[in-house]
Nanobody, 115 residues
């Protein structure tokens, strides 16, 4: 059973930065497609960014170069570096992974962007 555990959320002022981490266990990390989703209050969950096992990335338009997804296969960890944060980035951020056709989710970490 794969487990995904997020960390790094918190309160940040507009224009600030945060780095989210997601540690994976229970599978061969390097074989998996990984990503981040988010869900703002009253809204549906949406894709933020994904990264393939080969390091290919894809981002939602709203990230507009502000966010960077990366992975460290040696540490079984995927990261989301978020810069120039805006109040509308406030959401619960979820780590996502897919191994051999099966999807897994973390429990989420709250990011609040407010002055």
């Amino acid at each position: 059973q794969v487990q995904l555990v997020e960390s790094g959320g918190g309160l940040v002022q507009p224009g600030g930065s945060l780095r989210l981490s997601c540690a994976a266990s229970g599978s061969t990390f390097s074989d998996g497609m990984m990503g981040w989703y988010r869900q703002a209050p009253g809204k549906e969950r949406e894709l933020v960014a994904i990264i393939s096992r080969y390091g290919d990335t894809n981002y939602a338009d709203f990230t507009k170069g502000r966010f960077t997804i990366s992975r460290d296969n040696a540490k079984n960890t995927v990261y989301l570096q978020m810069n120039s944060l805006k109040p509308e980035d406030t959401a619960v951020y979820y780590c996502w992974g897919r191994w051999y056709g099966i999807e897994y989710w973390g429990k989420g970490t709250l990011v609040t962007v407010s002055s």
